[in-house]
């Protein structure tokens, strides 16, 4: 049974971090890329960073841009995103995503609430 489980999120200051993990199962987690994104209420799902199989290449949103770093670990079958500087309109549910191809996989999702 393929499972992508998130964890870490919460409630944070507008200004402070968090560190979102997403942790893998039942699929060959090192040879797929892997995604976070994001989801308002009443808005599309908004990609916020990629990071490939092997973690060589990473992509981000511009908005992001040098405040999150996604990575991932394949020997623990994880992949993370470090988020800081954060502003309340990044209050979210943050998925974890994983893409092969034409195969690819959800997560449920973490709420991000960054209010003061």
């Known amino acids: 049974q393929v499972q992508l489980v998130e964890s870490g ?3 944070v200051e507008p200004g402070g971090s968090l560190r979102l993990s997403c942790a893998g199962s039942g699929f ?3 040879w797929y890329a892997m995604s976070w994104y994001r989801q308002v209420p009443g808005k599309e799902r908004e990609l916020v960073a990629s990071i490939s199989s092997t973690g060589g290449s990473t992509n981000y949103a511009d908005s992001v841009k040098r405040r999150f770093t996604i990575s991932r670990d394949n020997a623990k079958n994880m992949v993370y995103l ?3 500087s954060l502003d309340a309109e990044e209050t979210a549910v943050y998925y974890c995503y994983a893409r092969r191809g034409g195969s690819n996989y959800w997560g449920q999702g973490t709420q991000v609430t960054v209010s003061s």
């Open 28 to 30: 060959s987690f090192s």
């Open 9 to 11: 999120g919460g409630l």
């Open 82 to 84: 470090q988020m800081n």
